[in-house]
């Protein structure tokens, strides 16, 4: 059957896609094949194909079957020839493997040979590394037998960083490791251990490094700039970039760098830092800087409070104090070279903190134990150990005004103590001397006073010896103890940075209170005690004369000692001159005193017959008690003609004037109620002999009868009553040219009274009997008018 020619194409297409395609891709062909409705004729095309490739392989054998033929006759030539060579082949495998064994034993040989090389080359590598750790092991460990923990933990770090990667995974190199963090800690603890060996060593030797301090001289700074000077050094040659001081150079004491230079070993020579620097490198090399800087200021603290807790009994001798600066000293010695040898261990800030706490409590203690002290030798020598103190820690730079300060407050208690020694001594002068002026036998006698008290007499220049000084021994004493107490308070001044000026000022001061305050009482009390005699006094006058004469002596004194001239603007002056002029004052009020309790004795010896009858005829004789009087009265105004005109004016009137009120007491005196004329006639005959006493001019220099006037009171009353003169006395009353202007209406009002009682109890007027009635009338009279006369005047 004839198929339509679009099938046909279709077909053709597929059977070229057959021919052309892979068979493992035939599947969609063959499925569009079997999708179509002519497969039949798709089987036919199919069979006509298959039938004309078979006639063309058929054409394609018969061209080329001679060629295949002449192959096959080759190939059966050839494979004769191959049995012989493979019977040649197999003989030569036979002679080369018989000669082969040999070779390969050889070769067996060498490749143990080979292998041994490798092995060896192997370990020799292998222990070219393992030897350096183990030599550096064997030499950490001989490090840490002989202490020498820095160079053991450079050794350790380099072991670490270095030796032990390179050698590689070991058991021995496991342990290492394992024990490296251990051996750090056991040289952390060990050098720990060495510091505070060495913080207990100088707080136990804190003492003599200060003390060494102390004495040596104060030109340390070229010593101190040498020594960082190499520590610099030593921080730039070291090779491994460690520590500023190798371990044998890390210690200051030096013996033959110290032999190079003729220097005084300071104080810090006494002294081994190298633990310090050790451990401070070794906490820097462990990372643990901090720790140790805080550890080493917190013990240093504690050490410095320690060491400025002074002992209870310090106070007690010269020595405690010296122990204690010296202490003091050390501590700050030793943190002084710290700073200067160390980089940041301790700043300048820490150390001044320190030096402001140790100020303080240095100051407050001695303030405290100073007080404590009367003695004016310890004070003046605890001075001197201040000053040398202060002096000292000045030198290392630190700030000691505030002891200069303490310093100066210490010298008025210095002061207040000279005051009290030169109590005692003024008060020994006084009671062991004699009051009496000093005899003088010879010029090297008369030249031995003078020399120690500034006389000035040239009419004594010219008497011939013997003779005698005006003055008594006491004078000159004094005198000298009062310089003696300016030296003591020059010796103070000495070495406390102070101007001329301000000494000469602080002497003058000081001289002043023991003038007016010690010396003063001292004479007041010399002057005042009981049983000192009037020539006593007397004396006591005439020497607080000359020592009042002296001052401007010792004003002259003080300023050559000072070299600041005694008229410089606000010089302060001295007040000797008051201080005696008021002893003197004193002792001629005691002269005064004591010459009235004496004519009060003579008094008391007084026994008037107060209702005696009028003596008739004879004149009336003194009584014995004034004769005995008037002869002591003149015996002691002849001693006062030493004392000046008016001391011995004053007394002679002031010893007139007691006699006439103490009589005028006995007639007022409320024991006495009656007193008769021939008791007031006696009186009066007393009163004339003292009058007599006093016309005479026991002491020279009164003017007329001016010491008569002592009595004018008691004669004006005398004679109203004896010559009866009442009239005259109540007419006159009140004028100026009254006769009997000194008598009191009160006065005559009482003796009045008086003798009106005796007339009426014992008939007073018995001997006028036909007038003894006008008589009490008359008295009657007059006690009336001066009743009336009293009356008016009061109104």
Known sequence: ANEPPTAAAEHERILREIESTDTNCIGPTLRSVYDGQEHGLFMEKLDGRIRNHDREIEKMCNHHFQGFVDSITELLKVRGEAQKLKSQVIETNRRLQDDGKELISSMEELKQCRMQQRNIATTIDKLTHCLPVLEMYSKLQEQMRAKRYYPALRTLEQLEHTCLPRAGQYRFCSIMADNIPKLRIHIRDEAMTQLRDFLESIRKHSDKIGETAIKQPRALMGRRTRKEAMVAAGTESDGQGGSPVSEQDSGILDVE??????????????????????????????GLRDVFENYY???????????????????ETLEGYRRYFNQIVGFFVVED??????????????????????????????RTHSSYCDDPDLILDLKNLIVIFADTLQGYGFPVSQLFDMLLEMREQYGEILLKRWNITFRQVLDQDNYSPIPVASEQEYRHYTSQFPLQDPELDKLPFPKKLPFSEFVPKVYCQIKEFIYACLKYSEDLHLSSTEVDDMIRKSTNLLLTRTLSHCLQYAIKKKNVGLAELVQAIINTTHLEQSCHYLEEFISN???????????????????????????????????????????????????????GGGALTPSDYLIDLIAFLKSTFSVFTNLPGKVAQTACMSACKHISTSLLQLLLDSEVRQISMGALQQLDTDVRECESFARAGPVAGFQGDTLLLAFSDLRQLLDLFTQWDWSTYLADYGRPTCKYLRVNPHTALALLEKMRETGRKNNVFAQFRKTDRDRQKLIDTVLKQLRNLIAQHHA
């Open 257 to 286: 760098d110290e032999e190079e230079d003729d220097e005084v070993p300071g104080a810090q020579d006494l002294v081994d830092f190298s633990p310090v620097y050790r451990c401070l490198h070794i906490y820097t090399v462990l």
């Open 561 to 615: 000692i000072t070299n600041v001239p005694p008229d410089t603007v606000n010089a302060t002056k001295l007040y000797g001159t008051s201080t005696f002029k008021d002893a003197r004052h004193a002792a001629e009020a005691e002269i005064y005193t004591n010459l009235n309790a004496k004519i009060d004795q003579f008094l008391q010896l007084a026994d008037y017959d107060w209702i005696a009858a009028v003596q």
């Open 297 to 315: 200021r917190k013990q240093r603290r504690k050490q410095a409070r320690l060491v400025l807790q002074p002992h209870s009994n310090m106070h």
């Open 337 to 366: 070279h710290i700073l200067h040898t160390t980089r940041g261990l301790v700043n300048r800030a820490y150390v001044e903190e320190l030096w402001e706490l140790a100020l303080s409590k240095t100051i407050a203690a001695l």
